[in-house]
């Protein structure tokens, strides 16, 4: 037997040659699993693939037992799929939600552990709308489906992957979950059978719920007598499902009795709703089921409108209760918060697709207090009443058909546009939903290379009577319906040829090492130019790169908004075909064209050529064009990779590496030398308890809260001048917008000084230089505001009991307990030298010693105070600096003084023991000058991985 | 809109962009546009569509491999304890506290909601065991633990043991009643929602009778028992409650444990008479066998509805609820103490404000949970994944045979044995040792003797040693016959008791191993005599001459020397012959 006929056979015939052992298990599941490993990556139908060494070793099995003739049942080996939203052992079920994308369960669905006691094989889970909910299987977080009859269509849903599966010859079953036609639909549109049992006919235990009233489990098959086999197999009560009823199984020869004389009805307003090609093949099938004997008779049904309506009532409100444990205490993909409630949010807000949050919240308010009467009492109430009328029907008719949807596969997006369209196209198969009635949907024709599908609905429990009329059906049906997979056969090639490619690399490199080493060579030029150069290259054909940030649709015409590090370009594009995900990363090359109306510098790229280079996979979270002042700081934290994107939020960054480069420019014309200096250590260089332990093979170090010690060391090392541009580190229980536990420091410390007012000197030359080359640079880089940057030309400098004073007589809380200036203080400060000098900036000089590191020179004026400074900038201090001692002797006394052990220290202090000149220097915090540079309220904003007492990631 | 939005995204745990609102907002307004189209509907008759039947399963309780529990839970040992009766004293000046506490003219309106969890041995919803102490999540299965496509299915003894409370409550039993489902986020609720009864409960009506301070029966309505699933238990970490927590975590082996909520109508007026409910329900319970009534781990708990308002009125005050009441005691004094706050509020001119409160037992007040306007929309609808509850006529009738005798018919019939105020009330509430009680007067009828022995000495040791008492009624029986026959005196009777409970041996048993029966026999005795007055013959010639005050000598002497064991009577009546004769 050719492998790819056997993936086309109808079960029927697969079984028979299973029989007479035609062919083996094994045979059937590789010719299968072949398909899959070929067809899969195209079409998306299985998410998820179970092992092939296991499913060759049941297949074995199987053989084993249909050898000894003792197989469990006709199933016995044959491969099923499984809709991702029910159970199986050993495979995950992710429901195509990002949610729940690890989910293992930890038990089996009911439906499915009677297929395994059937012996059953299950090749792998298939690709679904997330949590069913969708009609194209688009809706599916992590892949797409493509409808194996073209591509460019959708495989409808919400169970497409077992629809293409089984339609490609992927899987000679399949199972799917039926809620508002999500079975019969998507075998519609692939041209395969699918049945909708009676509500309860199959137990819901172990299908994850969407809407528990109206879900069901439904077979897939190719042909009727699979369907019917895969639903003896699956029906029957199950005391772990109350919703579930007895019924007996189909009699597989009732499939064969005449159908003469049976009657059935159309009904006459479901016209209205029907494409005129789908109506014209249906009347074909009317007339072929005339041809069987069949009695055709149109009966009223006027209530087509009520059925949707009552159906998305029920069905969202249903969903809105079942979705909501996913609160990821127990289970799924959880984003971690402080509290259960943002936790909650965080998860859900992320883990749930759009379609699904949007119905979760228009269920809550079906459900919700004031509404719960109108809506969902009523649609109940609307739902008996279809009942009744159905039912009626049903007792004068044995069946009724329709047409199973108004129209063929949608292309794909169509859903996107047009939610009201694929919305309506329900209305022929919700009710059987609705009604809980079976219904089975049978291809019978097609219309421009696309299946159409029949739909027969019956009584309740009366299964074996639609199968009946489904077989005899199937019989009048010229043709079987396969998909022709060569459209894509031609990538497949491609495929293919990789792989030869690569098994010949294998075997010798050295052809392809000689055309790799010659590209090195012939690497052609990048002619890539950035956005912010677009005007020197008017009328001219160039290249930019980047990343889609806005797509903005004006008539047929797309605007492209391309963003690079330095600013944006609008492409325009005409008939575009593609969809491009935001943020997709692209290289478009282009003429650059003067355009009045274009906000980009009056330019934009027009006859571009898009190629994309690096693919977005899904909608980033936050969006790049809005302004973040809308977003809370949690969030944009939560999501620093992707928030930095936006461009005011980098926008800082971009300034403070403008401050770090004119910092270090300053400097470095100034005579000082860059040093770096450890960050791990062996003691605390100022002691305390804010320091950060480590283990350190075995021993206790720390993190260095500065690099005091080892500037001091290069000072004395003869360099003199020296300065670090490096991370410190602070285990300091703060939690407020100041206050980061680790920052960067921008240290200087200076030999050869008199007194600190030289160490204040050369920090006012090097502020003013940093501010004035910001205030020319910066509008290039921040557009979305003005930076104030004012600088006094002198800056004033007031002693601490002096600042203390102002405090008070300003009516300020002046100090702390422990003799410091408060917060508070330091902003009464700010406003007072606003006031009196004009002035952001005041340094605040000679801190008690007690406040101060040993280290720090004391002020013999004024016993008890010292020769340090802070420098206190828009109310908030940013820099902590000062004379150091620069004697031995005097060094180690001070230390004596202040309890320490000059052993603890004896590296430090052998620096000075050999002759020191007198120092000083500083260290001024980057995200905090940052921070008051850029008009943030919160340091955080300012740092790009921000470290704070409940942050450690991203 | 943006209001209704906001407040859809708060009910719903998911955040929306921007983009995603507008799509929103449209497709509230085809909802709108749906609801109107079934209002245009022409009017019709509802089909009330025929009910199935019920389903429901045996209470058995299986592990996680689906293997039966045979120690499933019943009644547990500590639930003998708990004596709820206060003495007549705390009684008394209760009541002396109530006239003279200075209400004034505000008169005081209370309703409780009792949860009581019925002593299943499986959960409601599933086959978990509902054993109590186990392991955290030892007790659990994808069905309690809310595992995606997991089912609950209905377990007939929970509706079986709320009929039963029902019918003990004189409620009317309603043959069709619906299970809905309360949707709330909270760790402890898997599904994150409760499934409980709603619009249709199990029990509607009833109404049992408690005795008011003045001694008086007096009637409290009941409005409705339903029946529910329990929550899981949150264990925290740094606090006592979530707020501020360092970490919580949860325990599902409470989860889905059935519970019947026992909802009263406003009639108890006075803290005092809401304990007696709270006492006289969990009497009704316990002799029933369907709660344990143990307060302290939970299987009872009570939630309080208080008002006040002006005398005369008919209009209710607005309420509090105040939750958290974890004992008698704690009934009592939570109201109490809101009553005296509520009125401080009303007499200053204000107005209270409708609150859920919080009974902090350490700090014996009352703290605000949650204001009116963060009342929850429960969103209720009824559970599709259970069928609605059909109760057969037959069954109920069938249940009210079973029916005990109620508390206070129970209570006249044992001060018809004899019994007092004080042992009436206490056999009353403590159904377990009234049925002891009984099953000893069946072999031995003397009511009074039994209750003397047990209420002075056998209670005295039970409550002090052991929780469950190990004589059997037929030892006890014998042992008052012994007493009867002066096998053995008051006295020594005592001792045997004690020396029962130290060693944990039968009555009998101790007076065997210990040969205490008296010596009854006139030989014995007489030749006990006749030893003691030979060794005392000055004493016997005193006696003769005269002195006959010292005959107690004798007596004593001759106990003495039968180690106690003598009949008395026979030892006075033997030694009057040989002394006087």
Same mark, same amino acid.
């Given at each position: 037997?050719?492998?790819?006929?056997?993936?086309?056979?109808?079960?029927? &015939?697969?079984?028979?040659?299973?029989?007479?052992?035609?062919?083996?298990?094994?045979?059937?599941?590789?010719?299968?699993?072949?398909?899959?490993?070929?067809?899969?990556?195209? $079409?998306?139908?299985?998410?998820?693939?179970?092992?092939?060494?296991?499913?060759?070793?049941?297949?074995?099995?199987?053989?084993?037992?249909?050898?000894?003739?003792?197989?469990?049942?006709?199933?016995?080996?044959?491969?099923?799929?499984?809709?991702?939203?029910?159970?199986?052992?050993?495979?995950?079920?992710?429901?195509?939600?990002?949610?729940?994308?690890?989910?293992?369960?930890?038990?089996?669905?009911?439906?499915?552990?009677?297929?395994?006691?059937?012996?059953?094989?299950?090749?792998?889970?298939?690709?679904?709308? *997330?949590?069913?909910?969708?009609?194209?299987?688009?809706?599916?977080?992590?892949? &797409?489906?493509?409808?194996?009859?073209?591509?460019?269509?959708?495989?409808?849903?919400?169970?497409?992957?077992?629809?293409?599966?089984?339609?490609?010859?992927?899987?000679?079953?399949?199972?799917?979950?039926?809620?508002?036609?999500?079975?019969? &639909?998507?075998? %519609?549109?692939?041209?395969?059978?699918?049945?909708?049992?009676?509500?309860?006919?199959?137990?819901?235990?172990?299908?994850?719920?969407?809407?528990?009233?109206?879900?069901?489990?439904?077979?897939?098959?190719?042909?009727?007598?699979?369907?019917?086999?895969?639903?003896?197999?699956?029906?029957?009560?199950?005391?772990?499902?109350?919703?579930?009823?007895?019924?007996?199984?189909?009699?597989?020869?009732?499939?064969?009795?005449?159908?003469?004389?049976?009657?059935?009805?159309?009904?006459?307003?479901?016209?209205?709703?029907?494409?005129?090609?789908?109506?014209?093949?249906?009347?074909?099938?009317?007339?072929?089921?005339?041809?069987?004997?069949?009695?055709?008779?149109?009966?009223?049904?006027?209530?087509?409108?009520?059925?949707?309506?009552?159906?998305?009532?029920?069905?969202?409100?249903?969903?809105?209760?079942?979705?909501?444990?996913?609160?990821?205490?127990?289970?799924?993909?959880?984003?971690?918060?402080?509290?259960?409630?943002?936790?909650?949010?965080?998860?859900?807000?992320?883990?749930?697709?759009?379609?699904?949050?949007?119905?979760? $919240?228009?269920?809550?308010?079906?459900?919700?207090?004031?509404?719960?009467?109108?809506?969902?009492?009523?649609?109940?109430?609307?739902?008996?009443?279809?009942?009744?009328?159905?039912?009626?029907?049903?007792?004068?008719?044995?069946?009724?058909?329709?047409?199973?949807?108004?129209?063929?596969?949608?292309?794909?997006?169509?859903?996107?546009?047009?939610?009201?369209?694929?919305?309506?196209?329900?209305?022929?198969?919700?009710?059987?939903?609705?009604?809980?009635?079976?219904?089975?949907?049978?291809?019978?024709?097609? @219309?421009?290379?696309?299946?159409?599908?029949?739909?027969?609905?019956?009584?309740?429990?009366?299964?074996?009577?639609?199968?009946?009329?489904?077989?005899?059906?199937?019989?009048?049906?010229?043709?079987?319906?396969?998909?022709?997979?060569?459209?894509?056969?031609?990538?497949?090639?491609?495929?293919?040829?990789?792989?030869?490619?690569?098994?010949?690399?294998?075997?010798?490199?050295?052809?392809?090492?000689?055309?790799?080493?010659?590209?090195?060579?012939?690497?052609?030029?990048?002619?890539?130019?950035?956005?912010?150069?677009?005007?020197?290259? @008017?009328?001219?054909?160039?290249?930019?790169?980047?990343?889609?940030?806005?797509?903005?649709?004006?008539?047929?015409?797309?605007?492209?908004?391309?963003?690079?590090?330095?600013?944006?370009?609008?492409?325009? @594009?005409?008939?575009?075909?593609?969809?491009?995900?935001?943020?997709?990363?692209?290289?478009?090359?282009?003429?650059?064209?003067?355009?009045?109306?274009?906000?980009?510098?009056?330019?934009?790229?027009?006859?571009?050529?898009?190629?994309?280079?690096?693919?977005?996979?899904?909608?980033?979270?936050?969006?790049? %064009?809005?302004?973040?002042?809308?977003?809370?700081?949690?969030?944009?934290?939560?999501?620093?990779?992707?928030?930095?994107?936006?461009?005011?939020?980098?926008?800082?960054?971009?300034?403070?590496?403008?401050?770090?480069?004119?910092?270090?420019?300053?400097?470095?014309?100034?005579?000082?030398?860059?040093?770096?200096?450890?960050?791990?250590?062996?003691?605390?260089?100022?002691?305390?308890?804010?320091?950060?332990?480590?283990?350190?093979?075995?021993?206790?170090?720390?993190?260095?809260? %500065?690099?005091?010690?080892?500037?001091?060391?290069?000072?004395?090392?003869?360099?003199?001048?020296?300065?670090?541009?490096?991370?410190?580190?602070?285990?300091?229980?703060?939690?407020?917008?100041?206050?980061?536990?680790?920052?960067?420091?921008?240290?200087?410390?200076?030999?050869?000084?008199?007194?600190? &007012?030289?160490?204040?000197?050369?920090?006012?030359?090097?502020?003013?230089?940093?501010?004035?080359?910001?205030?020319?640079?910066?509008?290039?880089?921040?557009?979305?505001?003005?930076?104030?940057?004012?600088?006094?030309?002198?800056?004033?400098?007031?002693?601490?009991?002096?600042?203390?004073?102002?405090?008070?007589?300003?009516?300020?809380?002046?100090?702390?307990?422990?003799?410091?200036?408060?917060?508070?203080?330091?902003?009464?400060?700010?406003?007072?030298?606003?006031?009196?000098?004009?002035?952001?900036?005041?340094?605040?000089?000679?801190?008690?010693?007690?406040?101060?590191?040993?280290?720090?020179?004391?002020? *013999?004026?004024?016993?008890?105070?010292?020769?340090?400074?802070?420098?206190?900038?828009?109310?908030?201090?940013?820099?902590?600096?000062?004379?150091?001692?620069?004697?031995?002797?005097?060094?180690?006394?001070?230390?004596?003084?202040?309890?320490?052990?000059?052993?603890? @220290?004896?590296?430090?202090?052998?620096?000075?023991?050999?002759?020191?000149?007198?120092?000083?220097?500083?260290?001024?915090?980057?995200?905090?000058?940052?921070?008051?540079?850029?008009?943030?309220?919160?340091?955080?904003?300012?740092?790009?991985?921000?470290?704070?007492?409940?942050?450690?990631?991203? | 809109?943006?209001?209704?939005?906001?407040?859809?995204?708060?009910?719903?745990?998911?955040?929306?962009?921007?983009?995603?609102?507008?799509?929103?907002?449209?497709?509230?307004?085809?909802?709108?546009?749906?609801?109107?189209?079934?209002?245009?509907?022409? /009017?019709?008759?509802? /089909?009330?569509?025929?009910?199935?039947?019920?389903?429901?399963?045996?209470?058995?309780?299986?592990?996680?491999?689906?293997?039966?529990?045979?120690?499933?839970?019943?009644?547990?040992?500590?639930?003998?304890?708990?004596?709820?009766?206060?003495?007549?004293?705390?009684?008394?000046?209760?009541?002396?506290?109530?006239?003279?506490?200075?209400?004034?003219?505000?008169?005081?309106?209370?309703?409780?909601?009792?949860?009581?969890?019925?002593?299943?041995?499986?959960?409601?919803?599933?086959?978990?065991?509902?054993?109590?102490?186990?392991?955290?999540?030892?007790?659990?299965?994808?069905?309690?633990?809310?595992?995606?496509?997991?089912?609950?299915?209905?377990?007939?003894?929970?509706?079986?043991?709320?009929?039963?409370?029902?019918?003990? !409550?004189?409620?009317?039993?309603?043959?069709?009643?619906?299970?809905?489902?309360?949707?709330?986020?909270?760790?402890?609720?898997?599904?994150?929602?409760?499934?409980?009864?709603?619009?249709?409960?199990?029990?509607?009506?009833?109404?049992?009778?408690?005795?008011?301070?003045?001694?008086?029966?007096?009637?409290?309505?009941?409005?409705?028992?339903?029946?529910?699933?329990?929550?899981?238990?949150?264990?925290?970490?740094?606090?006592?409650?979530?707020?501020?927590?360092?970490?919580? =975590?949860?325990?599902?082996?409470?989860?889905?444990?059935?519970?019947?909520?026992?909802?009263?109508?406003?009639?108890?007026?006075?803290?005092?008479?809401?304990?007696?409910?709270?006492?006289?329900?969990?009497?009704?319970?316990?002799? !029933?066998?369907?709660?344990?009534?143990? !307060?302290?781990?939970?299987?009872?708990?009570?939630?309080?509805?208080?008002?006040?308002?002006?005398?005369?009125?008919?209009?209710?005050?607005?309420?509090?609820?105040?939750?958290?009441?974890?004992?008698?005691?704690?009934?009592?004094?939570?109201?109490?103490?809101?009553?005296?706050?509520?009125?401080?509020?009303?007499?200053?001119?204000?107005?209270?404000?409708?609150?859920?409160?919080?009974?902090?037992?350490?700090?014996?007040?009352?703290?605000?949970?949650?204001?009116?306007?963060?009342?929850?929309?429960?969103?209720?609808?009824? /559970?599709?994944?259970?069928?609605?509850?059909?109760?057969?006529?037959?069954?109920?009738?069938?249940?009210?045979?079973?029916?005990?005798?109620?508390?206070?018919?129970?209570?006249?019939?044992?001060?018809?044995?004899?019994?007092?105020?004080?042992?009436?009330?206490?056999?009353?509430?403590?159904?377990?040792?009234?049925?002891?009680?009984?099953?000893?007067?069946?072999?031995?009828?003397?009511?009074? +003797?039994?209750?003397?022995?047990?209420?002075?000495?056998?209670?005295?040791?039970?409550?002090?040693?052991?929780?469950?008492?190990?004589?059997?009624?037929?030892?006890?029986?014998?042992?008052?016959?012994?007493?009867?026959?002066?096998?053995?005196?008051?006295?020594?009777?005592?001792?045997?008791?004690?020396?029962?409970?130290?060693?944990?041996?039968?009555?009998?048993?101790?007076?065997?191993?210990?040969?205490?029966?008296?010596?009854?026999?006139?030989?014995?005795?007489?030749?006990?005599?006749?030893?003691?007055?030979?060794?005392?013959?000055?004493?016997? +010639?005193?006696?003769?001459?005269?002195?006959?005050?010292?005959?107690?000598?004798?007596?004593?002497?001759?106990?003495? =020397?039968?180690?106690?064991?003598?009949?008395?009577?026979?030892?006075?009546?033997?030694?009057?012959?040989?002394?006087?004769?």
């Amino acid at each position: 037997m050719v492998q790819s006929c056997l993936t086309q056979l109808p079960l029927q &015939q697969l079984t028979k040659l299973l029989q007479q052992r035609e062919i083996s298990c094994r045979e059937i599941l590789q010719a299968y699993l072949d398909k899959i490993h070929t067809f899969n990556n195209h $079409l998306g139908a299985f998410l998820q693939v179970a092992d092939r060494e296991k499913l060759l070793s049941l297949a074995d099995e199987s053989d084993a037992r249909w050898q000894k003739k003792q197989n469990k049942s006709a199933l016995d080996g044959i491969p099923i799929a499984i809709k991702d939203n029910i159970h199986v052992h050993g495979l995950k079920t992710t429901c195509a939600s990002r949610l729940l994308h690890n989910y293992s369960p930890p038990y089996e669905a009911t439906c499915v552990e009677k297929l395994r006691e059937a012996g059953a094989i299950f090749i792998g889970k298939t690709n679904l709308d *997330e949590f069913a909910m969708g009609s194209t299987t688009e809706n599916s977080a992590t892949q &797409q489906t493509h409808n194996p009859w073209d591509i460019n269509k959708v495989a409808g849903g919400s169970s497409g992957g077992s629809a293409v599966a089984v339609s490609a010859g992927m899987s000679p079953l399949a199972l799917g979950s039926d809620t508002g036609g999500s079975v019969r &639909q998507p075998a %519609s549109f692939c041209g395969i059978v699918g049945l909708k049992p009676t509500y309860g006919y199959v137990s819901r235990y172990g299908l994850v719920a969407y809407a528990s009233s109206l879900d069901q489990v439904g077979p897939m098959a190719r042909d009727v007598y699979g369907a019917t086999q895969l639903l003896n197999a699956i029906g029957g009560f199950d005391e772990r499902d109350s919703t579930s009823i007895r019924s007996a199984p189909v009699a597989l020869e009732a499939l064969q009795r005449n159908i003469a004389g049976k009657k059935i009805a159309i009904l006459g307003e479901i016209s209205n709703y029907i494409n005129p090609h789908v109506a014209k093949v249906f009347e074909q099938s009317i007339e072929s089921l005339r041809s069987l004997g069949a009695e055709v008779t149109e009966v009223e049904f006027p209530f087509f409108d009520y059925v949707v309506a009552a159906y998305y009532l029920i069905a969202t409100a249903e969903a809105s209760s079942n979705l909501a444990r996913y609160d990821g205490v127990k289970y799924g993909q959880r984003e971690e918060r402080k509290t259960y409630q943002e936790m909650l949010t965080a998860t859900r807000s992320q883990g749930f697709g759009k379609e699904v949050k949007k119905r979760i $919240l228009l269920g809550n308010f079906v459900l919700s207090s004031g509404y719960y009467d109108a809506y969902y009492l009523k649609a109940q109430k609307m739902r008996r009443r279809i009942c009744h009328l159905l039912n009626n029907i049903l007792h004068s008719y044995d069946a009724i058909v329709t047409p199973t949807t108004p129209n063929t596969a949608f292309t794909k997006g169509e859903s996107e546009q047009d939610f009201m369209k694929v919305y309506v196209a329900d209305v022929t198969t919700v009710i059987a939903n609705l009604t809980g009635l079976p219904a089975v949907s049978i291809p019978c024709g097609m @219309v421009e290379n696309l299946p159409v599908g029949l739909q027969i609905i019956g009584g309740a429990l009366q299964e074996q009577q639609i199968l009946n009329i489904a077989y005899q059906f199937e019989k009048t049906q010229q043709k079987q319906f396969i998909p022709k997979l060569e459209n894509i056969d031609t990538q497949q090639q491609i495929v293919h040829k990789n792989i030869a490619t690569q098994n010949k690399a294998h075997q010798s490199f050295s052809e392809q090492l000689q055309q790799v080493r010659a590209s090195y060579k012939a690497q052609p030029q990048h002619s890539r130019i950035y956005n912010n150069d677009l005007a020197n290259h @008017v009328a001219k054909e160039v290249t930019i790169c980047g990343w889609v940030h806005k797509i903005n649709k004006l008539g047929g015409v797309e605007f492209m908004i391309i963003r690079d590090a330095t600013g944006f370009a609008q492409v325009v @594009v005409e008939n575009s075909s593609e969809k491009y995900e935001l943020e997709t990363v692209v290289r478009v090359t282009g003429i650059v064209a003067r355009e009045k109306r274009s906000p980009y510098g009056e330019i934009e790229i027009a006859k571009p050529q898009i190629e994309v280079v690096g693919h977005s996979y899904a909608a980033p979270p936050l969006s790049m %064009s809005t302004n973040p002042e809308g977003f809370n700081l949690p969030t944009v934290l939560d999501n620093r990779p992707v928030s930095l994107r936006n461009p005011q939020i980098l926008s800082t960054f971009k300034i403070q590496s403008l401050v770090v480069r004119f910092f270090s420019g300053y400097l470095r014309s100034q005579n000082f030398f860059e040093i770096k200096t450890p960050k791990i250590i062996s003691t605390g260089t100022e002691g305390g308890s804010n320091i950060f332990p480590l283990d350190y093979f075995g021993r206790k170090v720390y993190l260095a809260q %500065s690099p005091q010690f080892y500037k001091q060391t290069m000072v004395g090392s003869g360099l003199e001048r020296v300065f670090e541009v490096g991370p410190v580190f602070r285990a300091e229980r703060h939690s407020t917008t100041r206050h980061l536990n680790e920052y960067t420091s921008l240290d200087f410390e200076m030999g050869f000084i008199h007194n600190e &007012q030289d160490v204040i000197d050369m920090q006012e030359k090097l502020l003013r230089h940093i501010f004035q080359n910001l205030q020319q640079t910066y509008a290039d880089y921040v557009t979305d505001r003005t930076l104030d940057l004012a600088i006094p030309d002198t800056i004033p400098r007031i002693h601490f009991l002096e600042a203390l004073e102002i405090i008070k007589s300003r009516g300020g809380k002046a100090v702390q307990q422990d003799d410091d200036i408060s917060s508070i203080g330091e902003q009464v400060l700010h406003k007072y030298c606003l006031e009196e000098h004009n002035s952001h900036f005041v340094y605040v000089i000679g801190y008690p010693q007690q406040k101060r590191p040993v280290y720090t020179m004391p002020d *013999e004026r004024l016993p008890g105070y010292t020769r340090s400074f802070d420098l206190l900038y828009k109310g908030i201090e940013i820099t902590t600096g000062g004379q150091r001692i620069h004697d031995y002797e005097m060094l180690c006394e001070n230390i004596r003084k202040g309890g320490g052990s000059l052993e603890d @220290v004896k590296d430090y202090l052998s620096i000075f023991k050999h002759g020191m000149p007198p120092h000083g220097g500083l260290g001024m915090g980057l995200e905090r000058l940052t921070m008051k540079i850029m008009g943030h309220d919160n340091v955080r904003h300012a740092s790009l991985f921000p470290r704070d007492i409940h942050r450690v990631s991203p | 809109m943006e209001k209704q939005i906001n407040s859809l995204i708060r009910l719903s745990g998911v955040e929306i962009e921007k983009e995603q609102r507008e799509i929103l907002q449209e497709e509230l307004q085809t909802f709108l546009h749906y609801a109107q189209i079934i209002d245009k509907a022409p /009017d019709f008759e509802d /089909d009330k569509l025929s009910t199935s039947e019920s389903f429901m399963v045996d209470d058995v309780a299986v592990d996680w491999q689906g293997n039966l529990l045979e120690n499933a839970p019943v009644l547990k040992e500590s639930s003998y304890l708990v004596p709820p009766q206060q003495s007549k004293k705390h009684h008394e000046a209760k009541l002396e506290q109530s006239k003279t506490s200075t209400l004034e003219n505000w008169e005081v309106v209370i309703g409780l909601e009792v949860h009581a969890q019925l002593l299943t041995k499986s959960k409601l919803f599933c086959r978990c065991s509902t054993e109590f102490g186990k392991t955290p999540n030892a007790n659990t299965c994808p069905v309690c633990t809310g595992q995606p496509g997991a089912l609950p299915v209905l377990n007939k003894e929970a509706i079986r043991m709320a009929i039963l409370a029902g019918l003990a !409550m004189n409620c009317e039993i309603n043959n069709h009643s619906v299970f809905a489902r309360k949707n709330y986020f909270y760790p402890d609720s898997p599904k994150s929602y409760q499934i409980s009864q709603f619009e249709k409960p199990l029990c509607s009506k009833g109404h049992i009778v408690i005795e008011n301070e003045e001694a008086q029966q007096q009637q409290v309505r009941l409005n409705r028992i339903h029946v529910e699933e329990d929550a899981g238990k949150m264990i925290h970490v740094g606090t006592p409650g979530i707020w501020g927590a360092q970490a919580s =975590a949860v325990d599902f082996n409470r989860t889905s444990i059935p519970l019947i909520e026992i909802v009263s109508e406003p009639d108890i007026q006075t803290p005092y008479q809401a304990k007696e409910y709270m006492t006289m329900l969990r009497t009704i319970l316990v002799s !029933m066998n369907i709660c344990d009534g143990n !307060m302290e781990e939970g299987s009872l708990r009570c939630d309080a509805n208080v008002s006040l308002r002006k005398k005369g009125e008919s209009e209710l005050g607005v309420k509090t609820e105040i939750k958290n009441l974890n004992s008698f005691k704690a009934v009592e004094r939570a109201l109490e103490y809101e009553i005296k706050r509520q009125k401080e509020i009303l007499d200053s001119g204000n107005v209270v404000e409708q609150q859920t409160r919080l009974w902090d037992d350490n700090k014996q007040k009352t703290l605000i949970m949650r204001t009116k306007e963060d009342s929850h929309d429960y969103r209720y609808f009824p /559970d599709p994944d259970l069928r609605p509850v059909e109760v057969p006529a037959e069954w109920v009738t069938n249940l009210r045979s079973e029916l005990p005798q109620m508390p206070l018919e129970r209570k006249e019939q044992y001060l018809g044995y004899g019994l007092s105020q004080k042992e009436a009330i206490y056999l009353m509430h403590n159904p377990h040792y009234a049925a002891y009680f009984e099953d000893i007067r069946a072999i031995h009828p003397n009511a009074k +003797a039994i209750s003397n022995w047990f209420f002075s000495e056998i209670l005295s040791y039970v409550n002090a040693r052991s929780s469950q008492i190990h004589i059997t009624p037929q030892d006890f029986a014998d042992f008052l016959q012994a007493i009867d026959n002066e096998e053995i005196s008051g006295k020594i009777g005592k001792q045997v008791v004690k020396e029962a409970f130290m060693s944990n041996k039968g009555l009998m048993q101790v007076i065997e191993e210990k040969q205490l029966r008296q010596i009854s026999d006139e030989g014995a005795i007489a030749k006990i005599v006749e030893e003691v007055l030979q060794k005392n013959e000055q004493q016997v +010639a005193a006696y003769r001459g005269g002195k006959t005050t010292i005959f107690g000598y004798f007596v004593g002497q001759t106990m003495k =020397a039968s180690h106690g064991k003598a009949n008395p009577g026979m030892v006075n009546k033997i030694l009057r012959e040989k002394l006087d004769g």
